[in-house]
């Protein structure tokens, strides 16, 4: 992914950047060794963790338009905030947004779903 990216990790993550440089012998698996680019990479899924029990009680409240449209409207906020990213905490500020996004739409998904299938479908679609 972009985390391994070179360009990448020099502009927002320069001490892992110089420390994959300089120690060629250490292991794929163990060169990213910072709390800033685990909080990078995690941030979207515990966002989206979270923001899909909000997604819960809004749908519910005010139905399914208004949490596509927090959904979307985060994620939209998130890819742009992450575009025009000057430094890693805008970068991580835009992914938190992605993951508001994913979690309003995961949970409007699931209902949508279940409303278009048949419901004799349903048990053979979820395996």
Do not use: W
Not at 73 to 80: K, M, Q, R
Not at 82 to 111: D, E, H, S, T
Not at 112 to 121: H, V
């Amino acid at each position: 992914g972009v985390t391994s990216m070179e360009p990448f990790l020099e502009k927002f993550f320069p001490k892992v950047y110089t420390k994959m440089k300089e120690d060629t012998q250490i292991s794929n698996y163990c060169k990213f060794n910072s709390q800033l680019l685990t909080s990078f990479t995690s941030s979207l899924y515990v966002a989206g963790f979270i923001a899909s029990f909000f997604a819960s009680s809004i749908t519910k409240a005010f139905g399914r338009k208004p949490s596509i449209l927090i959904g979307g409207t985060a994620f939209l906020a998130g890819a742009t905030l992450g575009a025009a990213a000057v430094n890693v905490y805008m970068l991580i500020f835009g992914r938190i947004l992605l993951g508001v996004g994913v979690g309003f739409a995961n949970q409007v998904f699931i209902i949508s779903l279940t409303k278009l299938l048949n419901f004799y479908q349903v048990p053979h679609f979820n395996g």
